[in-house]
């Protein structure tokens, strides 16, 4: 099944097209925020012969 995608990076994302820039600034710092909730994030410490996939 394919699914539909959307990158967005604090760093790299400036804007989202086809909207007004006010708009865009506001999806972008819901969606920001919301990929940084710990729901959506793994912790991983290293350690010899470690394998995280």
């Known amino acids: 099944m394919k699914r ?3 990158y967005v990076n604090a760093g790299f ?3 989202i097209d086809g ?3 006010d708009e865009s600034d506001a ?3 819901y969606l ?3 990929a940084a909730h710990p ?3 793994c912790r ?3 350690a010899p012969r470690s394998l995280a996939y």
Do not use: N
């Open 4 to 6: 539909k995608c959307l």
């Open 19 to 21: 909207v007004t820039p």
């Open 44 to 46: 991983f410490r290293w």
């Open 27 to 29: 999806i972008l710092r």
């Open 13 to 15: 994302t400036t804007a």
């Open 32 to 34: 920001i925020r919301h």
């Open 39 to 41: 729901a959506f994030q």
